[in-house]
């Protein structure tokens, strides 16, 4: 492994645990039912579902072979499970491969 690999991982990994531990430092002082912490939990959700969007819409690689109407069935059966299941993400995570798995033989 060559030395730049090496500082790369290094750099990327303080930069990724400092800002980790800055945001467990700072947030002790914030309250769940102020507007500043409602604020970051919108744009934390908006940034997913943009992600989400993305994925379906221009998905890249194996994904791309799934046609839109598996994609379409998967998005809306997990949605429905993840509201079943109280907003846990677990369940259609799963969900998600597995239907994708399936429908892309048949779809």
Do not use: H, Q
């Amino acid at each position: 492994m060559s030395t730049s690999v090496v500082l790369a991982i290094l750099v990327t990994s303080l930069a990724t645990f400092s800002s980790r531990l800055l945001g467990v430092i700072s947030s002790e002082g914030i309250k769940e039912t102020s507007k500043l912490f409602r604020y970051f939990n919108c744009l934390a959700y908006s940034t997913l579902a943009a992600l989400i969007a993305r994925t379906i819409i221009f998905p890249v690689g194996v994904m791309s072979d799934a046609s839109y109407l598996s994609r379409l069935i998967v998005v809306l059966f997990c949605l429905f499970i993840f509201f079943i299941s109280k907003r846990n993400f677990v369940y259609p995570t799963v969900i998600s491969a597995i239907m994708m798995t399936l429908l892309s033989n048949y779809l």
